[in-house]
């Protein structure tokens, strides 16, 4: 699938856009990413927006929501501001 992620997430990550197969669910890539990328997760516990396909997850499954290979999952941290 493809994973986007935005913000301070790319810092972490290395790239705005990359390849991931084999996760089945939202919560089995967060953890494959943060394997990948250490501390990709500890960035998300202020907050994320999770995307699959430009649906929040928070409408279909939360991290239970069903991932497939054609895919793309969009991330972004909390934003700031004011």
Known sequence: MKVKV???LIDIAGK????VN?????G???DE???LF??????????????????NIEHLNGL???LGEEDTV???PPAGGG
Do not use: Y
Request: glycine share 12%.
């Open 6 to 8: 935005f913000a301070t």
């Open 16 to 19: 705005r856009v990359f390849e």
């Open 22 to 26: 084999g996760p089945q669910t939202v």
């Open 28 to 30: 089995e890539l967060l």
């Open 33 to 35: 990413l943060d394997g």
């Open 38 to 55: 250490p501390g990709f997760k500890k960035e998300l516990e202020r907050g994320f927006i999770i995307l699959v396909n430009g649906k």
């Open 64 to 66: 239970d929501t069903p």
């Open 74 to 76: 969009s991330i972004f």
